[in-house]
């Protein structure tokens, strides 16, 4: 029987492409062959990064008697859950019902109707810590497919049903006030580690958007726990071994509370999210550990994760060569004192290691050390340090390297064009500004077909066949947008537009309430719908967001409604698990806020004096606050629309809520206006 993955764009199908195991894609024809067949179907969804879904790739999809056991008895099916977060989601859901957990590598057993009837995730070669082997799972699956097939069938439909009847608790169409955000706030507090930063505890993961709802809800309100909070876990992950400390970016999580231990993946999301983050703190407090940790990310996504065509790679492995050909997590970036010795000199080695942490005992396996700052790390040459650092690079440079994953997901290409906008911007780096650029006009060029709908994924410039889900649309609109309020090109907002017209017409129901899919989608055993916000925002939230921001640049009044309606959910969320509506929440900040509709106007674009003062809107920290930036009498963006020049001075008009305050020329008097 053939491995149907050769032709793929996905790498984490094309890294299963030589297995035994007949794959197939996620496709009709798989569900047909199924039923031909009466055999039932093996779905397994992962994704290119994932280190467990690699370990049982090596022990059950590699191995030659478990291939040929698969390729009798079942239609496997290998599905790239970033690819199809669709199907991922529904199967997802159905996993957390039956077992309570849920994670990837998943394995799910469906019926050739696509009902899914036994669940798991990961299953071991052979019986370990109380799971049983794949072998016996498999074994057990087929002998209940063949001799108990009513009772699968019964089992699978009582499943579906109940999925299908499913039903978010909407709340209310109306959005969250006052009350709702400081019980918001309240709650993070609550479950807040003042110890070490962050919320919860171990494994802990980067709470960018609930951070920007705390920068938000600051800037609105004054209430200065909330800064605190986002100032000191930004600091505490800035120093902890989750931050590479030598070329920037964010690994995916800490598996402890103290940020020390990384799960080493690196992600497209992650990075994008958290630059925006630290870029916005410091625009609130001039931090400069957030200025450093702002740039060096926005420039390791372009270092490392930029593409030929000018997109951004998914993400990079947590695994890698440890030089003996045996690939293990975190062997690209761990060290031990004799190995930086061995990189700088005995002298510089010792610095190198109280400076980072590095002790004999090690943080991590075999001991070794992840790189961090501690807390108590004394006073440096920085100069020397520099030198170390750049020395460590270089030697780091030639271990193998993890793995990338070149497949450009439409919507952390979103959030890393909004990233690198305004990072650019604020730091006077037009080379960040022009990858935002490049990336968007990627996913102009490539993603999007003559009717504006969005595809979800391409690789080495051939586009994917999947559609776009709800939060392509939402978080390539959110790119536009920055791109607009940066650049002053009315073009980002005009496609912002497009993308949002979608949404309307094809992701939101009667009630205002959102669905991952569009209507005209893949039927699927159920229609997926999640408003949470979890590694990345939410479709929902997300499309909150774009849809408040398009509103107050252009007027658009159904825009304005279908934001305030999707609100709902933070309204009904937001008090009882703010660490899961966080960005739903900094959209309901702005909300609040109006947002404000900052115009520049001035004589031309190069104009000092106009430029300065659009700068000075950009770092503006009332919530999201939206710019036009144009030539006085220009039509480039709704906003410039009857804002002539002062005295024939640059000027700037600042309006909230159908009410405008006096023009003014002065930085100063606009920085004010933005801040209180």
Not at 103 to 116: K, Q, R
Not at 625 to 633: E, I, L, P, S, W
Request: charged share 25%; hydrophobic share 40%; proline share 6%.
């Amino acid at each position: 029987m053939p491995n149907r993955l050769a032709h793929e764009t996905s790498p984490y199908l094309l890294q299963h492409a030589d297995n035994p195991v007949a794959w197939w894609p996620w496709s009709a024809e798989a569900f047909e062959e199924a039923r031909r067949t009466n055999r039932p179907v093996l779905l397994s969804v992962g994704y290119s990064s994932c280190h467990w879904c690699h370990v049982m790739a090596h022990e059950s999809f590699e191995d030659q008697p478990t291939a040929d056991y698969l390729n009798e008895h079942f239609v496997s099916v290998k599905v790239d859950r970033e690819e199809r977060p669709d199907v991922d989601a529904v199967y997802m859901e159905a996993v957390q019902a039956a077992t309570g957990q849920g994670g990837w590598p998943m394995t799910v057993f469906l019926t050739p109707d696509a009902e899914p009837f036994y669940f798991g995730t990961y299953f071991p070669p052979a019986p370990r810590h109380g799971m049983p082997s794949f072998r016996q799972v498999l074994e057990g699956v087929r002998s209940a497919w063949t001799d108990r097939r009513d009772e699968v069938a019964e089992v699978a439909g009582k499943i579906t049903r109940d999925l299908s009847q499913r039903e978010i608790d909407y709340g209310s169409t109306e959005a969250p006030g006052e009350e709702e955000l400081s019980g918001a706030l309240l709650g993070l507090t609550r479950e807040y580690d003042p110890q070490r930063g962050g919320f919860g505890g171990a494994p802990k993961f980067p709470p960018s958007m609930a951070l920007e709802f705390l920068l938000r809800h600051h800037a609105r309100t004054g209430a200065e726990g909330a800064l605190e909070m986002a100032r000191d876990t930004c600091e505490r992950m800035a120093r902890g071994g989750i931050y590479d400390q030598l070329a920037g970016g964010f690994a995916r999580y800490s598996v402890d509370r103290e940020w020390t231990v990384p799960h080493f993946e690196k992600m497209l999301y992650d990075n994008a999210l958290l630059c925006r983050v630290y870029a916005h703190l410091w625009r609130s407090t001039g931090s400069d550990l957030a200025r450093r940790v702002a740039v060096e990310t926005a420039d390791f996504l372009v270092r490392e994760l930029r593409t030929t065509e000018g997109g951004f790679a998914s993400a990079l492995d947590a695994d890698s060569d440890d030089g003996t050909g045996k690939h293990v997590e975190g062997a690209y970036y761990v060290w031990t004192p004799a190995q930086l010795t061995e990189v700088l000199g005995e002298e510089d080695g010792g610095l190198a290691a109280q400076y980072f942490g590095v002790t004999a005992d090690g943080t991590f396996e075999e001991r070794q050390s992840v790189l961090q700052l501690p807390q108590d790390e004394g006073v440096f040459d920085a100069d020397r340090i520099a030198s170390i650092k750049s020395r460590l690079l270089e030697a780091r440079s030639q271990r193998p390297a993890p793995g990338r994953d070149d497949k450009v997901v439409a919507a952390w290409n979103g959030l890393a064009i909004a990233a690198l906008a305004e990072t650019g911007a604020y730091f006077d780096r037009p080379d960040l500004v022009e990858a935002a650029v490049s990336a968007a006009d990627l996913l102009v060029r490539l993603h999007l077909d003559e009717h504006a709908k969005l595809a979800r994924t391409s690789k080495d410039g051939q586009v994917g066949a999947n559609a776009g889900v709800l939060e392509d649309y939402a978080d390539v609109a959110e790119g536009f947008l920055a791109l607009a309020s940066v650049t002053g090109e009315g073009v980002w907002l005009e496609f912002a537009g497009f993308l949002l017209d979608h949404v309307l017409t094809g992701f939101v129901d009667e009630s205002g309430a959102l669905y991952d899919t569009a209507s005209d989608a893949e039927q699927l055993i159920r229609r997926p719908q999640d408003p949470t916000d979890n590694a990345t925002p939410s479709g929902w939230t997300a499309a909150a967001g774009a849809l408040l921001s398009y509103a107050a640049q252009t007027g658009a009044e159904p825009h304005r409604t279908a934001a305030e309606r999707a609100l709902g959910v933070v309204k009904a969320l937001g008090p009882r698990v703010p660490r899961f509506i966080g960005w739903g929440l900094a959209v309901a900040e702005a909300y609040l806020d109006g947002p404000r509709e900052v115009a520049v106007v001035g004589p031309s674009l190069d104009d000092e004096a106009a430029k300065a003062l659009h700068r000075t809107a950009l770092l503006g920290t009332a919530p999201g606050a939206v710019v036009a930036f144009g030539v006085a009498g220009s039509d480039e963006l709704p906003l410039l629309a009857d804002r002539p020049l002062v005295d024939g001075e640059p000027a700037a008009y600042v309006c909230r809520n159908f009410t405008c305050d006096a023009p003014t020329t002065d930085q100063e008097r606009l920085r004010t206006a933005l801040s209180r």
